[in-house]
């Protein structure tokens, strides 16, 4: 049985309603991988468009409503492989349900079995601040400092919960109709007892992290 939950409820439940998507729970037997993909985009009403991106455990795709292709969600797909992988999936949605800041991704909704994890999220047409990078024209400095404020905005507000993201990268910053940053991406976070708090051991991913992380000694993760 699919277990599917609202981004703002801890309450499992039958149908959810946003906008014009209709969500509704169904049995699920046996499958293999694919036919788990589909059978959840047919439970959420969903056609499954392109991928928009992949990492070491998933991938995110595009998907567009049956009855309105105009109406657009993003899809992380993350296979637990491990139980550590289901650790940070449902880490990551425990975040994303109480957050509550414009310069963050807001989670839609989301569903789980025992071999998948799937999380709707609001679809950005412009992409990643990666993308940007790629492209043959340099980037303007104001529009670099009005990203680097937009990301540092949401830093403050989840170091002020004690929550440390630990994967700060421009892949992981998506950028809105109005070309501001939005920082996605919380399956390593995690949160701390207090502002207190110094951490030994660090998660992210190669060459992004800080020289000062490698020194193996207890350091704070909000300075």
Known sequence: MWSLFSGRSEDTYRLWRLS??????????????????????????????????????GEVVLASAKHNSSLKVAVKIVTFETEGC??????????????????????????????HGFMLSTYFKNGT?????????????????????DVASALRYIHGLHIFHQDVKPRNILLDDQDRAVLADFGIARQASDSSAMVMKWRTT??????????????????
Do not use: W
């Open 86 to 115: 289901k650790g940070d999936f449902l880490s990551e949605v425990g975040f994303l349900r109480d957050l509550r800041h414009p310069r963050i991704l807001e989670m839609i909704a989301f569903a789980m079995d025992d071999h």
């Open 20 to 57: 014009s998507f209709h969500i509704t729970e169904v049995a699920r037997p046996s499958m293999d991988a694919v036919e788990q993909h589909d059978a959840f985009f047919n439970s959420f009403n969903l056609v499954r468009g392109p991928c928009l991106g992949s990492g070491a455990v």
């Open 206 to 223: 190669p060459g992004y992290s800080g020289p000062e992380t490698r020194k193996r000694r207890p350091m704070s993760p909000f300075k």
């Open 129 to 149: 601040l990666r993308d940007t990078m790629s492209s043959d024209h340099p980037v303007e400095e104001p529009r670099i400092l009005r990203h680097i404020l």
